[in-house]
C-alpha cells in the first residue's frame, strides 16, 4: 500500500495561514511528541461551530428493462451529520522580575510557555481518541464514542476484537482525506494552535493581590469529522498484560498482526486516502519484537520524512506506518 502524502497536515495549513512563522513553530512543537498531528489532514469547517457533511444513506436498484417496458423512476437519498469543534486555552503568568532574571525574557518566556503547549498536545491527543460530548459537552467527538459496539452499529463491521478482558488496549487504523477522515476548525478562523503575547501586564495572585508580569494567551479551535466511517477501523480488547510474553516461549498474546492484516483489508481500496495505524508504547515495543524475528517480512523499519523534513526509521506493518499515541491507554473499558 502507497501513503498518500498529498494532504495538508496541521503544520502545512499553519504554515500557510500564519508567514509570521509563530504559529508554524508551535505546530511543531506539538508534531514532536503525537505522530497521529504529522498525519491528519485539516480543512476549514463550513460552519462558524463545525462542518456539516452530507452523506449517502441509500443506492438505488436499477430496472432490468424488457422491450417495450419503462424504467422505474429512483433517487438516492441522504443524511446530514454536523460535527462540532471545541475549544481549548490556557494562559501562561510569569512573574516580569523572574522572566528578567536570565537576561533573555523572550526565550525564557517560551520555555515555560512550552509546557503549557505540550499539555494542550497531549488533551488534543487524548480526546482524539476518548472525546465524548455526552460525558463532555465542552469537547469534541473522538473516534471512541464512534466505534464502541461489537453489534448493533453501523460501526461494528469496523471493529475487530482482540479478545481480552483486562488490561486492554486499541489498535487504530485511519485513512485520511478530505472525503473520509480529517480534522477541522471552525469558518472563519485560524487553524493550530493561537498565541497572543499580551506582553507586560498586572495580574493576580492566588489571594487577588496584584504583580506585574508577562502574559500569552494560548487558543485551539478543533474538531474531527469522520465523513465516511468505512475508513477507520479499530482492533479493541487487546490484553496488554498478554501482548508482553509475545516472543517468549509461553506466548500467550493476541496475534495482533493477523488482525492489523484483516483491518488493512476492511478499508475500502482507494488511492486518495493516506493510512497510519496508531498504537501506544507497549504494542508498538511488541511489534518491534516481531520485527526481531528474522522470519517475518511484514513489519519492517521504513525510512520516511517526518516534520521539519527531518527523515526517521518508521516502524511499518505491510507499508503502512504504525505512529506511537500515548494517549491510548491500557485500561479501557471492553467493547462487548
Not at 476484537?161 to 486492554?168: C, D, F, T
Not at 466511517?229 to 498482526?257: E, H, P, Y
Not at 519492517?300 to 521539519?308: I, V
Amino acid at each position: 500500500m502507497t501513503l498518500i502524502t498529498t494532504s495538508l497536515s496541521l503544520l502545512d495549513v499553519a504554515r500557510r495561514l500564519d508567514p509570521d512563522g509563530k504559529a508554524a513553530a508551535i505546530a511543531e512543537v506539538m508534531n514532536k511528541d503525537n505522530e497521529m498531528f504529522e498525519d491528519i489532514p485539516f480543512v476549514e469547517g463550513n460552519l462558524p461551530t463545525g462542518h456539516k457533511s452530507t452523506l449517502r444513506a441509500s443506492l438505488p436498484v436499477p430496472t432490468w428493462r424488457l422491450l417495450n417496458k419503462g424504467v422505474v423512476r429512483v433517487k438516492t437519498t441522504t443524511n446530514q451529520v454536523v460535527d462540532t469543534c471545541g475549544i481549548m486555552s490556557n494562559y501562561s503568568d510569569i512573574d516580569k522580575d523572574l522572566a528578567e532574571l536570565n537576561g533573555n525574557t523572550s526565550a525564557y518566556r517560551m520555555q515555560e510557555a512550552s509546557g503549557i503547549i505540550e499539555g494542550m498536545a497531549q488533551e488534543l491527543a487524548s480526546t482524539l481518541i476518548y472525546g465524548d460530548t455526552d460525558v463532555y459537552p465542552e469537547k469534541f467527538v473522538g473516534f471512541g464514542p464512534r466505534y464502541y459496539t461489537l453489534a448493533g452499529s453501523a460501526t461494528s463491521g469496523n471493529i475487530i476484537n482482540g479478545g481480552g478482558s483486562a488490561a486492554l488496549t486499541s489498535i487504530w487504523l485511519v485513512g485520511w482525506g478530505e472525503n473520509t477522515v480529517f480534522g477541522i476548525y471552525p469558518k472563519g478562523s485560524k487553524a493550530g494552535l493561537e498565541q497572543v503575547d499580551k506582553g507586560l501586564t498586572t495580574l493576580q495572585d492566588a489571594s487577588g493581590n496584584p504583580y506585574e508580569g508577562y502574559r500569552s494567551y494560548f487558543s485551539q479551535k478543533v474538531g474531527l469529522v469522520v465523513k465516511d466511517w468505512r475508513f477507520v477501523v479499530r482492533i479493541c480488547n487487546i490484553d496488554t498484560a498478554k501482548l508482553l510474553t509475545a516472543g517468549d516461549a509461553s506466548d500467550t498474546s493476541a496475534n495482533i498482526m493477523k488482525m492489523m492484516s484483516i483491518a488493512l483489508d476492511t478499508i475500502p481500496a482507494s488511492g486518495s486516502t493516506k493510512l497510519a495505524f496508531y498504537a501506544n508504547n507497549t504494542v508498538k515495543s511488541m511489534l518491534r519484537v516481531k520485527f526481531m524475528n528474522k522470519s517475518n517480512t511484514w513489519v519492517t523499519l521504513n525510512d520516511l520524512q517526518g516534520a521539519g523534513g527531518v527523515t526517521r526509521p518508521t516502524l511499518s506493518f505491510m507499508g503502512v506506518p504504525v505512529r506511537r499515541i500515548d494517549s491510548i491507554v491500557n485500561t479501557e473499558t471492553a467493547v462487548a
